[in-house]
Nanobody, 115 residues
Framework: QVHLVESGGGLVQAGGSLRLSCVAS????????MAWYRQVPGKERELVGS???????NYPDSVKGRFTISRDNAKNTVNLQMSSLKSEDTAVYYC?????????WGQGTQVTVSS
């Protein structure tokens, strides 16, 4: 069973930075597509960054230039560096992978940006 554990969430002031980490286990991490999503109550979960096994990244316009996703295959970790945070970035952030066609999610970590 794929296991994803996020950490690094918390309270930060607008304009500040935060780094989220996701440690993955029980699957071949280096071969896997990884992503970060976020969700606020009443809204659909939205993608904030993805990275392929080859290191190609993708971001929505809402975070492009502010968020950076990276992976460390030696540590089975995917990170999300967030900077110039805004109040609208407040959400629960989830680590995601797709393995053998099955979607897996971490438990989520809360990020709160105070204005």
């Amino acid at each position: 069973q794929v296991h994803l554990v996020e950490s690094g969430g918390g309270l930060v002031q607008a304009g500040g930075s935060l780094r989220l980490s996701c440690v993955a286990s029980r699957f071949i991490f280096s071969d896997s597509f990884m992503a970060w999503y976020r969700q606020v109550p009443g809204k659909e979960r939205e993608l904030v960054g993805s990275i392929t096994r080859d290191g190609d990244t993708n971001y929505p316009d809402s975070v492009k230039g502010r968020f950076t996703i990276s992976r460390d295959n030696a540590k089975n970790t995917v990170n999300l560096q967030m900077s110039s945070l805004k109040s609208e970035d407040t959400a629960v952030y989830y680590c995601y992978t797709r393995y053998w066609g099955i979607h897996y999610w971490g438990q989520g970590t809360q990020v709160t940006v105070s204005s």
